[in-house]
């Protein structure tokens, strides 16, 4: 009797795959963490702050 191989899964393309999917997934997470990290403000987050004190002081 004659048995055929019959592969179900490509495994090499597959494989890439997923590579390539951590690879982008990796990049994501640094690039939210770098800016979730970085110190750089508004240049008007202090004036807005300051203003909106100034005009709730006077009922």
Known sequence: ???YF?????WG????????FAVV????VAV???LASSDKKAP????TT???KHT???P
């Open 50 to 52: 300051k203003e909106s």
């Open 25 to 28: 997934c990796i990049l994501l």
């Open 13 to 20: 393309l597959g494989t890439i795959m997923i590579a390539v």
């Open 44 to 47: 008007n987050t202090d004036d």
């Open 6 to 10: 019959l592969p179900l899964v490509n």
């Open 32 to 34: 939210i963490f770098s």
């Open 1 to 3: 009797m004659n048995t």
């Open 56 to 58: 709730n002081s006077n």
